[in-house]
């Protein structure tokens, strides 16, 4: 049985910063994957995307880092446009095409302990997947895609459609400051974190930028900090990164706190440059050890 797997579409991106423009593949899986690869093997790793023929250039790449990829065909591959203003935060974002979703014939063979979902649109996984999927392992959402809807090419916050269904049956459940205020409507993350655990979430975690994150479990806040990058270049994939380093250290036993810092880390080494994690272990901990730190709220 695999550790974890990681299940969502990898995209094509074209990124627009201050600095520059580049087209690149990305989507959780993608950044996942990349990150996963380049720590010691101590957890095992599947990957299942679904993409377009246009796409399997990047999936035959991946399986050069990966042992295990699961490939779905769709119609065509999602490709977002991420423009980011100056502070490096805030982003606007166009779709310019759409996969198709995921569906329970397609989870059937799939066996493992964490199955972490990187939805990107609010239809990438529906309410019945989640629940299937329950039912084999302990599940992990990042709950980006399920606030975000295209109406033409444009990408429009929406409601959380079945949310409590869903999160009745979320173990893990990542979310930002933005996205804590569209499905609570609340600005304070404690507020947020208790609230989502009233649904059944076992794990929130909550990330607030340059104040770091919050971790709320077992009836317990674990305060994150926000190490500080050398140079901010591009946060895309940055919560997908902050979700690959937690589930490592989870899926090995270490504690929250652990594992947060871990995560933490991994994000700072991915925002210093375009495109996924590309360190080592002993970058993440020389990260926690000295660089200058922001506590979280």
């Known amino acids: 049985?695999?550790?974890?797997?990681?299940?969502?579409?990898?995209?094509?991106?074209k990124v627009i910063t201050p600095r520059h423009t580049i087209y690149m593949a990305g989507g959780t899986s993608f950044y996942m994957t990349h990150g996963i690869s380049r720590l010691p093997h101590k957890v095992d790793f599947q990957l299942v995307t679904k993409v377009g023929q246009e796409?399997?250039?990047?999936?035959?790449?991946?399986?050069?880092i990966c042992s295990d990829v699961v490939c779905y065909p769709s119609a065509q591959s999602v490709y977002f446009e991420n423009k980011y203003h100056a502070d490096g935060n805030r982003r606007t974002q166009r779709v310019l095409a759409k996969a198709d979703p995921f569906t329970i014939e397609e989870m059937r063979p799939l066996q493992a302990k964490v199955f972490h979902l990187g939805s990107l649109l609010s239809d990438d996984f529906?309410?019945?997947v989640v629940q299937y999927l329950?039912?084999?392992g302990r599940v992990s959402i990042d709950a980006q895609g399920y606030l975000r809807e295209v109406v033409g090419q444009e990408v429009r916050a929406v409601e959380w459609k079945d949310k409590e269904k869903i999160l009745s049956c979320t173990d893990i459940?990542?979310?930002?400051?933005?996205?804590?205020?569209?499905?609570t409507h609340s600005k304070d993350p404690r507020t947020v974190a208790k609230c989502l655990a009233g649904y059944g979430v076992k794990e929130v975690i909550v990330t607030l930028d340059r104040f770091g994150s919050i971790i709320y479990a077992e009836g317990q806040f674990y305060n994150i900090p926000a190490y500080k990058p050398k140079e901010l270049v591009d946060a895309t994939g940055c919560g997908d990164t902050y979700s690959t380093g937690y589930l490592y250290c989870r899926l090995q036993g270490m504690g929250y706190e652990e594992s947060g810092k871990f995560a933490a880390a991994m994000c700072t080494l991915k925002l210093e440059h375009s495109g996924p994690f590309d360190g080592?272990?002993?970058?993440?901990?020389?990260v926690i050890e000295n660089r200058a730190k922001n506590c979280a709220l």
């Open 126 to 128: 529906s309410s019945d």
């Open 1 to 13: 049985m695999t550790d974890i797997c990681s299940i969502g579409h990898i995209t094509r991106d």
């Open 134 to 136: 329950a039912t084999k």
């Open 280 to 286: 080592s272990i002993d970058d993440v901990y020389e």
């Open 55 to 64: 796409e399997m250039l990047q999936v035959n790449k991946l399986r050069q």
């Open 173 to 183: 459940l990542k979310l930002n400051e933005h996205e804590m205020e569209v499905i």
